[in-house]
């Protein structure tokens, strides 16, 4: 197989060809004072499963560049964080990479020290609305000298080399973009700066250490309108190459900001979107150094694809590794099947990228230490009884079994999965279910007694006489209005809504007027009204936020916020429906009291869910009971799985 095959990136070989790439985790280990040890062990994790090169998270090179919850390191302290995550990585095997970028005029001043301004190469407004400063010739020098003694701290502090971070619109691409660069001197010229940086760097960490650049295969702005365009953006990345000093080429899509929701695409884009663009990069230099290729590769049968079909030499699994960082060691001893594949749910990662990062079905990301200690407290088998097969339930039931007790988990319903299993008729939505399939999977191998079709009450459960309860009997979806309404429109409850049922009966929502009552803005929210557009309805959101979806992650509020509205959703913002009466539904503004009237087929209650604990008096009295998921606090599966991996293991 390619991709366990090692490979030369200049000095150094990489014992396969499975690559971390940088991404936002953790940023508080480049916070002076911070020990780092979070991060640390995170991809230190990442090594141990069998990666085969990582790259760290973008590292600000000078007070000049900075964002919210980001640091400016500090020498002394950057050096040791340095030389601690090295060696645990290299006592795996790893090679590590760490990528240097600065964000020149992305941002605002006020989130920064002392209110730094920003740095860039014209004077111009920026998409946060601020004006930004132009470099001087000496400003540009102190810049460079930046990345230089940045890189240096690095490759002396055991780095195995160092990455230019040459996409997502910071600074290095906005010197070769005309919509940032308009200078008229020697750094108007698009190519000075990136060259002229990539030699100095270089020089800065001499001939035995790697080099690599991440360049952007398309800026997704058409030169019309300022950017690039991928043509352009070859020509370029193939001249910072002919420079001879890089010993591997990286690449991503788009200026940052929106454009992330391409870049790093969740379910709704397909699998390796971008590896034509990685073929294209790679024809452009004649394959003269190995090619990383990126874009949604969460299967190692894709990965190798794209090797043999020489569309790369190296591959991007980022995603894939976080929620399962045993990717490589399953390959290699043969359990390829036991791979916990990307849900491309962005929920947990990208989506929280100014937050330490989660994963929406690995709650193990970003707590490997204090898991570890929990793992390491002796455990006396115990009979456990899981109620309720949800995600939380399932993850319960699973690592409960892991850890050697016999457990029994009982389910009232047909299937396992909960409520999740409403995406499984949303189209894209429904790689979600692979979490729990995977959970499911894993359990026919452990000593879990799965029992379907169960009825679960307190004789139930003295007859069973177990030694501990997780109760996880989810929540309860609820319907009804809490305006005046006298009952002349339908109403339907979100889960009503998102089956396309109402009582029990199909319900053709082609043609229809909905109006959807949103009280919570959540990733369940943006699913229901997906799926109703999707079903043919014109909808009417009425929320009391400011915004449509605060609480839905940015990848997910770019990917629907356009379909929505060219499919003809109106948003009504910081407003409440009032009334309903005479098939009409009357909605106010909160901040100007203004009142709309409109005549609607159905509504859609914004009712949250109502935790279903009518057992959990019970249980208490029979035995130790631990709550997961909904049935705590109704929220999401990420959540869900989070908790029921958390029981388990105080068991």
Request: net charge negative; aromatic share 6%.
């Amino acid at each position: 197989m390619k991709l366990l095959e090692p490979i030369r990136l200049g000095p150094v070989e990489v014992r396969n060809r499975v690559v971390s790439t940088a991404h936002a985790a953790y940023l508080d280990f480049f916070q002076p004072g911070s020990n780092g040890e979070r991060y640390i062990a995170y991809q230190e994790r990442r090594a141990e499963g069998g990666a085969g090169m990582v790259v760290l998270t973008a590292m600000h090179v000078h007070e000049s560049s900075g964002l919210l919850n980001h640091f400016n390191y500090e020498e002394g302290d950057m050096a040791r964080k340095f030389r601690e995550l090295s060696r645990r990585l290299h006592a795996h095997g790893t090679t590590a990479i760490s990528q240097l970028f600065h964000y020149g005029m992305q941002s605002i001043s006020s989130v920064r020290p002392d209110l730094h301004p920003l740095w860039g190469w014209s004077q111009r407004v920026n998409s946060e609305g601020e004006i930004g400063h132009a470099m001087t010739d000496a400003e540009v020098e102190t810049v460079i000298e930046a990345f230089c003694r940045t890189a240096q701290i690095a490759v002396e502090n055991g780095m195995d080399g160092v990455e230019l971070h040459g996409t997502h619109g910071y600074l290095i691409q906005q010197s070769f973009t005309p919509m940032f660069n308009r200078r008229t001197d020697r750094w108007g010229d698009p190519l000075a700066f990136t060259t002229e940086l990539a030699r100095r760097v270089r020089a800065a960490i001499g001939p035995d250490k790697v080099l690599g650049f991440r360049t952007s295969a398309d800026d997704l702005v058409p030169p019309e309108k300022g950017g690039v365009g991928p043509d352009k953006c070859r020509e370029y990345t193939v001249e910072f190459v002919r420079t001879g000093v890089f010993d591997y080429l990286n690449h991503s899509e788009g200026q940052g900001g929106s454009h992330y929701a391409q870049a790093i695409g969740s379910y709704r884009h397909k699998f390796g979107r971008w590896l034509p663009l990685t073929r294209a990069l790679r024809d452009a230099i004649n394959a003269t150094i190995p090619v990383i290729g990126v874009g949604r590769i969460p299967t190692p049968d894709l990965a190798e694809g794209a090797l043999q079909a020489g569309d790369c030499d190296m591959v991007g699994m980022t995603r894939a590794q976080i929620a399962d960082p045993d990717l490589v060691r399953k390959l290699m001893t043969g359990q390829g099947a036991r791979i916990r594949t990307c849900t491309g749910a962005n929920q947990g990662c990208i989506d929280r990228a100014r937050y330490p990062i989660t994963c929406f079905q690995n709650p193990e990301v970003g707590e490997e230490n204090r898991l570890r200690r929990m793992d390491a407290v002796p455990t006396e088998p115990k009979h456990v009884l899981v109620v309720g097969g949800g995600p939380a339930g399932m993850k319960a039931a699973e690592i409960a079994a892991r850890r050697g007790h016999r457990v029994v988990l009982a389910e009232g319903g047909p299937v396992l999965g909960g409520r999740l299993n409403m995406v499984g008729a949303m189209g894209a939505a429904s790689n979600l279910l692979s979490a729990t399939a995977w959970i499911e999977q894993e359990m026919a191998d452990l000593p879990v007694e799965v029992r379907l079709q169960t009825v679960v009450d307190a004789d139930y459960i003295r007859a069973e006489a177990p030694d501990a309860i997780i109760l996880a009997t989810g929540a309860q979806p609820q319907g009804g209005l809490t305006c005046r309404d006298d009952g002349s429109i339908v109403v339907l409850s979100s889960d009503e809504a998102a089956r396309g049922e109402y009582e029990g009966q199909r319900f053709d929502m082609a043609g229809t007027r909905a109006l959807m009552v949103d009280l919570r803005g959540s990733y369940e929210s943006a699913l229901v009204l997906e799926s109703l557009v999707d079903r043919g309805a014109t909808v009417t959101v009425v929320t009391p936020f400011q915004v449509f979806g605060p609480n839905l992650g940015f990848t997910h509020m770019n990917d629907l916020l356009a379909r929505m509205l060219r499919a003809g959703t109106r948003l009504l913002t910081m407003s409440k429906l009032v009334e309903v009466a005479q098939g009409e539904a009357t909605v106010v503004h909160a901040a100007s009291g203004e009142r709309t009237r409109a005549s609607y087929d159905f509504i859609v209650s914004g009712a949250p869910p109502r935790s279903n604990d009518m057992l959990r008096a019970e249980c208490e009295g029979i035995a130790p009971t631990f709550l997961a998921g909904d049935v705590i606090s109704p929220r999401s599966a990420l959540e869900a799985i989070r908790e029921g991996d958390r029981v388990a293991r105080r068991i």
